[in-house]
């Protein structure tokens, strides 16, 4: 069975940065995308970022292309995201989630961490 644990949620002033980890356990991920989702209240859940773990190519929304940048460990099965010169706007609970390749929609989610931005 999948599973997926983030850490690394919290609060902090705009401008600051945080970096949020995701630790993939149950499979062997080489065949599979792991997404950064997010959800803000009163807002849908976005795709933030995502990685192709056996190419490294990666997508952002381009809300946060050039300040946050996600990254993958084979040896860890480990997802990290860097977010730099962050903004209120980016306050949000976010997930890690996995999917194969041939899957449009993400299979496998975390619980989700929450991430504060004051102003």
């Known amino acids: 069975q999948v599973q997926l644990v983030e850490s690394g949620g919290g609060l902090v002033q705009a401008g600051g940065s945080l970096r949020l980890s995701c630790a993939a356990a149950?499979?062997?991920?080489?065949?599979?995308?792991m997404g950064w989702f997010r959800q803000a209240p009163g807002k849908e859940r976005e795709l933030v970022a995502r990685?192709?773990?056996?190419?490294?190519?990666?997508n952002y929304a381009d809300s946060v292309k050039g300040r946050f940048t996600i990254s993958g460990d084979n040896a860890k099965n480990m997802v990290d995201l860097q977010m730099n010169r962050l903004k209120p706007e980016d306050t949000a609970v976010y997930y890690c989630?996995?999917?194969?390749?041939?899957?449009?929609?993400?299979?496998?989610w975390g619980q989700g961490t929450q991430v504060n931005v004051s102003s």
């Open positions: 989630a996995a999917a194969t390749l041939e899957n449009r929609s993400y299979e496998y």
């Open positions: 149950g499979r062997t991920f080489s065949s599979y995308k």
């Open positions: 990685i192709i773990w056996n190419t490294r190519g990666t």
